[in-house]
Structures are given as structure tokens and as C-alpha cells.
């Protein structure tokens, strides 16, 4: 009998060792299989959003005239006058684009040739944007160039909806893309030359077409943040009512696992 019982324990003690390590094993393989090649080490920080990246601000200054946010490439993002107002951003601090009162901006005046997209380069756009109302005039989050060729994205007047124009003469609109007033949301923009224009909100797709673009991008006088122009002369037209954090921009299109890193904060950036 005591012999039996022996052998009843060791019995049991083998079989919980291996259901523990075939667990261990599945968690693995899961690990591994959402990040992929993307993921850095075994914390699943996805380290591939730094690839290709244009500029990365994470609007982090807390004060001054003159705020340099530029953490990634090679452009500094730059206040354009008056005192900067900072506020508690999604991630750290972020700047309240709703204090320059629709008199001012971020600019990046004459950025680097990474900029250079011509006419078959794809690229993204990230942002987190948090809208306080809406207004009678279009609220501009970010803009390349004021004129031909340009991309803007902006909140629709008197509406949330979110538009993307890339300049191809089929602006693409996201219907109530800001569901609520004083909410952090994530928006993520794809620019494919061939498929035309994807918006996600919050790591998911929320709207896209298949229209070709084809805009000349030899070259971007300037890029705007919390406001632009609006294909208008120098001064600005239509600020945002919001706050803004964690801009960037890439020259290629961001994957599915690199959209969710960026909205669930496991990368390399912030």
C-alpha cells in the first residue's frame, strides 16, 4: 500500500510539472506570435515603429516661447509665437492646441528631404487628439503645405467627423470620429499610393477608400500641427479646439501590430 500511494505522488508530481510547462510554452508561442519580428526582447515592445520614421514629437515641453518637442528624425517642431500652454497628455505632458486660440501653431518650416515622398512614396500619420467642441470653421490637426501638392486632416465645422484630404480630389471622411468631447482618442492615417487612404481610431479601422494618389510630394514647404492654413496666404485659419500628444509621421505604411502599439503604448517611441 505505502508503495502504491509512492508511486500515486510521484505520478501526480510529474503530471503537474508537465502541464505547467506545456502552459509556459503556450504563453510563449503566443507571445512570439503577436509581435513577431517586431517585438524587442521578451517584453513585447514593439520596436519597429522606429523604422523609416520622418519625425516623432512627443509635445512634451512644459513652457516657453519656443518649444523644441523633436525626440525621433531629424525636424524640430517648433512654437510659433506667444506663451505655450501645456496640459496632461496621454502619454506625460501635451500641448492644449485650444489656448493659441486659433492665432497660432506648430510649425516645421523647410523640413528635410525625408519629407520627399514624390509620387510613390507611401506614408502615415499618427496623433493622439482629445476635441473640446466643435466650431463653425474646419479645425486642422496636421498639415503638409497650404498649397498644391498638400495633405491635411482636419475636424469637419459643425460636426466630429474627421476628414483626410491628400490632395487627389477624393478627401476621405471618418463620420463621428470623436464619439465624445474630452476623450483622448488615438488616430492612425495610412497613405497608400495604390489603395488609396485608411483612418483608424484607437488601433481599428473606421473608414477608407481605393482612390489612387498621385500628388507630387517633391519637396514640403512647411508642416503644420494644432492648425494650418488651409490653402490660405501666411496667417492661420483654422486652429483646433483640442489638445494634441505623441505626433508622428513615416515614410512607408505602418502594419496592423505597429497601429496597436502605438495606441496601446507598448513601443519604442513614447
Not at 505547467?20 to 510554452?25: C, D, H
Not at 524587442?40 to 520622418?54: A, H, K, L
Not at 525621433?72 to 489656448?99: D, E, M
Not at 479601422?205 to 500641427?225: C, E, K, Q, R, T
Request: a negative charge; glycine letters at 12%; hydrophobic letters at 35%.
Amino acid at each position: 500500500m505505502r508503495i502504491f500511494i509512492l508511486l500515486l505522488l510521484l505520478s501526480s508530481c510529474e503530471l503537474a510539472e508537465n502541464l505547467i510547462g506545456a502552459e509556459n510554452k503556450i504563453d510563449s508561442s503566443f507571445n512570439d506570435s503577436t509581435c513577431g519580428d517586431n517585438c524587442d526582447g521578451g517584453d513585447n515592445t514593439v520596436s519597429s515603429v522606429e523604422d523609416q520614421i520622418v519625425s516623432f514629437w512627443k509635445m512634451s515641453e512644459t513652457g516657453g516661447t519656443q518649444s523644441r518637442n523633436d525626440s525621433f528624425g531629424g525636424s524640430t517642431l517648433v512654437h510659433g509665437a506667444g506663451t505655450l500652454f501645456s496640459t496632461s497628455g496621454q502619454v506625460g505632458s501635451g500641448i492644449q492646441c485650444s489656448s493659441m486660440n486659433g492665432s497660432n501653431y506648430f510649425y516645421v518650416s523647410s523640413p528635410t528631404s525625408a519629407y520627399n515622398f514624390g509620387t510613390g512614396t507611401d506614408y502615415s500619420v499618427a496623433f493622439w487628439a482629445k476635441l473640446n467642441s466643435t466650431l463653425a470653421a474646419n479645425q486642422i490637426l496636421v498639415e503638409f503645405n497650404y498649397s498644391t501638392p498638400f495633405f491635411r486632416t482636419f475636424v469637419n465645422s459643425s460636426s466630429t467627423d474627421l476628414t483626410v484630404n491628400a490632395d487627389n480630389g477624393f478627401p476621405l471622411t471618418a463620420s463621428s470620429a470623436f464619439p465624445s468631447f474630452g476623450i483622448w482618442y488615438h488616430f492612425t492615417i495610412l497613405v497608400d499610393r495604390d489603395s488609396g487612404i485608411s483612418i483608424y481610431r484607437d488601433g481599428s479601422l473606421i473608414s477608407s477608400d481605393s482612390n489612387p494618389i498621385s500628388s507630387n510630394f517633391i519637396g514640403v514647404a512647411d508642416l503644420y500641427v494644432c492648425g494650418g492654413r488651409n490653402g490660405g496666404g501666411p496667417a492661420l485659419t483654422d486652429g483646433f479646439d483640442g489638445d494634441m500628444d505623441s505626433v508622428g509621421v513615416w515614410n512607408r505604411l505602418l502594419n496592423s501590430t505597429e497601429i496597436q502599439a502605438l495606441y496601446n503604448g507598448n513601443n519604442t517611441l513614447d
